[in-house]
């Protein structure tokens, strides 16, 4: 599986937009970007992802660059409550044998700050 | 529609003893994945099973087990327990084996292993 590698700590302040980076310099063609987050003592929790083109949903926003070596998660007005950790994730090829394994790095851990 | 759910949610046991630990994932969800989760370790995928067998596995040595039955209810084993086995044990369903990889998380469960 490709590698990820994020920062390990951010802040950012309540209402402000939160831009949580990600290196995937190795990701193949058809593997696709994910985002989960983990709060304190719960389980991961779905955000985001996407291939090549920029996505949307009513939690945040995936940037990835046109070379695919990077992406972004805009968390457009954060609360305290988005305070977690945020892991990227390259999903293996839908077509392949561990399709359906997540691996996690270390994650970004955002503290969004009254 | 109810999510994943665990159970136990805290389990304490000793050296050398074995755990069962069970998953019922949300309804019409058919792949269940495990992962275990230390401090030191993050998180690290167990094994997936869909229609009760098991299509990937990840590097954990025999002692850990798994299976599913018909309804897509999963359990995983642990036999003769290490100190290092105590973790944060989460699984999580999806509903199949093709399409997204959007894994839904249940709370876990805590195993302390004295």
């Known amino acids: 599986d490709a590698k990820t590698t994020q920062p390990t700590s951010m802040d950012c302040a309540e209402g402000r937009a939160a831009n949580l980076p990600c290196n995937h310099s190795t990701i193949s063609g058809n593997e696709y970007v994910y985002w989960y987050r983990q709060i304190h003592s719960q389980g991961p929790q779905y955000i985001i992802h996407?291939?090549?083109n920029n996505e949307t949903n009513e939690m945040a926003s995936l940037i990835i660059t046109e070379d695919r070596k990077s992406s972004t998660l805009i968390l457009p007005h954060a609360t305290l409550r988005d305070t977690a950790v945020y892991y990227c994730i390259v999903s293996p090829d839908p077509g392949g044998t561990s399709y359906g394994k997540l691996t996690f790095g270390q994650g970004t851990i955002l503290t969004v700050h009254p | 529609k109810a999510g994943v759910t665990q159970t136990p949610r805290y389990l304490i046991k000793t050296r050398g003893q074995q755990v069962t630990l069970s998953c019922s994932p949300i309804s019409g969800h058919r792949s269940v994945s495990w992962y275990q989760q230390t401090p030191g370790q993050g998180l690290q995928f167990l094994f997936e099973?869909?229609?009760?067998?098991?299509?990937n596995k990840g590097n954990f040595p025999g002692r850990f087990s798994g299976r599913q039955f018909s309804n897509s209810r999963s359990e995983m084993n642990v036999s003769t327990l290490e100190l290092g086995d105590s973790a944060l044990y989460l699984c999580?369903?999806?509903?199949?084996?093709?399409?997204?990889?959007?894994?839904?998380f249940g709370p876990g469960t805590r195993l302390t292993v004295l």
């Open positions: 099973y869909f229609s009760e067998t098991q299509r």
């Open positions: 996407g291939l090549k």
């Open positions: 999580a369903s999806r509903p199949g084996t093709s399409g997204s990889n959007e894994q839904f």
